[in-house]
């Protein structure tokens, strides 16, 4: 089972990013997909899921700037990132989960799988 992040890099306020995760290994119609992110010397943070009927939740630091969609017949999600700060900055995770939460506050804890990362800096 493999979940590969990419579309990271570094743009400035404002701008806007686009991060696929493909998966492969299995199949994750069922999974409910979510994005984590690590800024540097903080904890690992859940931003956004999305279940397999496509019901998204964010955490209001994302919540009107982050869309999170799915691609069920090719294996892969997204997070389109517009209206970026320079406090988005941070590794990137996705990750396939066995249920989603009513928030994505301890989502954490029903991960059973996790992309390596890609790093995002937002800086002028």
């Known amino acids: 089972v493999q979940l590969k992040e990419s579309g990271g890099g570094s743009v400035q306020p404002g701008g806007s990013l686009r991060l696929s995760c493909t998966v492969s290994g299995f199949t994750a119609e069922s999974s409910c997909m979510g994005w984590f992110r690590q800024a540097p010397g903080k904890e690992r943070e859940a931003i956004a899921s999305i279940d397999s009927d496509g019901v998204a939740t964010y955490d209001g630091s994302v919540k009107g700037r982050f869309t999170v969609s799915r691609d069920n017949a090719n294996n892969v999600h997204f997070l389109q990132m517009n209206a970026l700060k320079p406090e988005d900055t941070a590794i990137y995770y996705c990750?396939?989960?066995?249920?989603?939460?009513?928030?994505?506050?301890?989502?954490?804890?029903?991960?059973?799988?996790w992309g390596q990362g890609t790093q995002v800096a937002v800086s002028s």
């Open positions: 990750a396939a989960a066995s249920t989603c939460l009513v928030t994505v506050q301890g989502l954490d804890v029903w991960v059973e799988h």
